[in-house]
């Protein structure tokens, strides 16, 4: 499969035919119902691909979250959502 981009799934790791475009998707499309666990794996994939600043707010998100702070943890995952809109309109 070299030369063509797998597609995105939560919890992917770096390859040489990573879906960067795809993970920014998920990103844009993320949303509090899809639940900690889909979440966490979304941080993941994005952390390993070293989108660290981009996945600055859903990492807050995450940790609201735990703390049952659900109206905070919207707001975080909404400005999550927008970060990846805007990548996903540079790079993609």
Do not use: I
């Amino acid at each position: 499969m070299v030369g063509r981009t797998r597609k995105f799934k939560p919890g992917q790791r770096w390859s040489e035919n990573f879906d960067y475009c795809g993970m920014l998707d998920a990103g844009r499309k993320a949303k509090l119902s899809d639940g900690e666990k889909k979440l966490r794996k979304l941080f993941d994939s994005f952390e390993d691909v070293n989108y660290h600043s981009e996945s600055t707010p859903l990492w807050d998100a995450l940790k609201l979250m735990e703390k049952n702070k659900m109206k905070s943890a919207r707001l975080k995952l909404e400005k999550f959502n927008n970060v990846c809109k805007k990548v996903k309109k540079e790079v993609c």
